[in-house]
């Protein structure tokens, strides 16, 4: 037996975002990971910013060039969901750069945007 996909962090995965509600994203698209192997494991869900093909020049749209068509990966749109329910596929791995550039502009979203001008390397 095959040991089973556990999605790490930069992976590009295919989920489930169903049932949307509101403004919500929906349907079964691309995502980036965000957490851990680790915390994806040990806890059956994963942190994720869905991926989509409506280009709207937000400042939360990263450009990704990993998939077929013209994307971007939705910062503004953070998910938690459990990827053994989602229908998960792994579809290609994303860049550090990709990674560190969609987390440099969630951190003002959530207020954390002062620690971009810290160094928190150890004395």
Same mark, same amino acid.
């Given at each position: 037996? #095959?040991?089973?996909?556990?999605?790490?962090?930069?992976?590009?995965?295919? =989920? &489930?975002?169903?049932?949307?509600?509101g403004?919500?994203?929906?349907?079964?698209?691309?995502? +980036?990971? !965000?957490?851990?192997?680790?915390?994806?494991?040990?806890?059956? !869900? =994963?942190?994720?910013?869905?991926?989509?093909?409506?280009?709207?020049?937000?400042?939360?749209?990263?450009?990704? &060039?990993? !998939? &077929?068509?013209?994307?971007?990966?939705?910062?503004n !749109?953070?998910?938690?969901?459990?990827?053994?329910?989602r229908?998960?596929?792994?579809? #290609?791995?994303?860049?550090?750069?990709? +990674?560190?550039?969609? +987390?440099?502009? =969630?951190?003002? +979203?959530?207020? #954390?945007?002062?620690? =971009? &001008?810290?160094?928190?390397? #150890?004395?």
């Amino acid at each position: 037996m #095959a040991p089973r996909y556990i999605p790490d962090r930069s992976d590009i995965v295919f =989920l &489930d975002f169903e049932p949307p509600k509101g403004r919500e994203i929906g349907e079964y698209r691309p995502a +980036l990971v !965000l957490s851990s192997k680790e915390y994806n494991r040990n806890t059956g !869900l =994963l942190i994720c910013c869905p991926i989509s093909t409506s280009i709207r020049g937000a400042p939360t749209e990263v450009p990704i &060039d990993h !998939l &077929d068509q013209p994307s971007v990966v939705a910062a503004n !749109l953070v998910h938690t969901l459990d990827w053994k329910a989602r229908k998960i596929e792994r579809v #290609a791995r994303g860049s550090e750069q990709l +990674l560190e550039e969609v +987390l440099m502009r =969630l951190l003002p +979203l959530i207020g #954390a945007g002062r620690f =971009l &001008d810290h160094s928190f390397r #150890a004395s």
